[in-house]
């Protein structure tokens, strides 16, 4: 049972590049969401995902973009990456979503932006 | 607006001490869930908790043990004979309802390092 996975577990890139961060769960949940985790910050969702084709913002999503045209999958691109984006990013996974549930997470991504 | 804050940054303590990790929170919801996740130094984060805003009775599991007070919006997690093991960030986490109603989002704190030294 892999539950949630995500590659690549590290990635340098260059100012400007496009960057995308994959991320894939076995459990058929239907909610998914990516977060970064910055010092100091915590965590901070930036998109998340109710089902295939259905995504909306976070707290903080300029300069990232989504997609999910399977449940399973709910890749993250920095359409052109900047330094204020080298951060730890998590994708996580629910059933429904609801309050109460807990969210899964993925092993996350140390992403470098020089 | 609700939030989350973990006012302790790093926590450092000798193996065998009892250890709090202080959690207090802001929300206008009277229905709310909290949460403690573990990041140990691997890097994943690992549920530890779930506590509804119906439930206030504390929780043991084994060393560790969670008290809840909403009285004093807080949430705290106390870990009894500190293991080495127990080293890691801890995270306390508020849910919330989406704006459209939609589903629920965790609102995290900063984080507390701990850190127990043998």
């Known amino acids: 049972d892999a539950g949630i996975t995500q590659s690549p577990r590290y990635k340098i890139t260059e100012t400007g590049r496009q960057v995308t961060l994959m991320c894939h769960q076995t459990?058929?949940?239907?909610?998914m969401f990516w977060y970064r985790q910055d010092l100091g910050h915590g965590l901070r969702l930036i998109y998340y995902?109710?089902?295939?084709?259905?995504?909306d913002k976070g707290e903080v999503p300029d300069g990232y973009v989504v997609s999910r045209s399977k449940t399973e999958n709910f890749p993250l691109t920095l359409e052109s990456a900047t330094r204020s984006q080298t951060s730890v990013y998590f994708c996580a996974s629910s059933e429904y979503g609801l309050p109460q549930e807990t969210q899964y997470f993925g092993p996350g991504t140390r992403l470098l932006v020089l | 607006a609700q939030k989350v804050t973990q006012a302790q940054t790093e926590i450092s303590v000798v193996e065998k001490e009892d250890v709090t990790l202080d959690c207090v929170y802001e929300?206008?919801?009277?229905?709310?869930?909290l949460f403690w996740y573990k990041q140990p130094p691997s890097g994943e984060l690992v549920f530890l908790i779930r506590?509804?805003?119906?439930?206030?009775q504390n929780e043991i599991s084994g060393r560790y043990s969670w008290n809840f007070q909403k009285s004093t919006s807080s949430f705290n997690f106390t870990i009894t004979a500190s293991q080495v093991v127990d080293s890691a960030v801890y995270f306390c986490?508020?849910?919330?309802?989406?704006?459209?109603?939609?589903?629920?989002?965790?609102?995290f704190g900063q984080g507390t390092e701990l850190s127990v030294k043998p």
């Open positions: 995902s109710a089902a295939a084709d259905i995504t």
């Open positions: 459990w058929s949940h239907s909610y």
């Open positions: 929300t206008r919801d009277t229905t709310y869930y």
């Open positions: 986490a508020l849910s919330e309802i989406f704006g459209n109603n939609q589903g629920g989002k965790l609102i």
């Open positions: 506590r509804n805003s119906f439930d206030e």
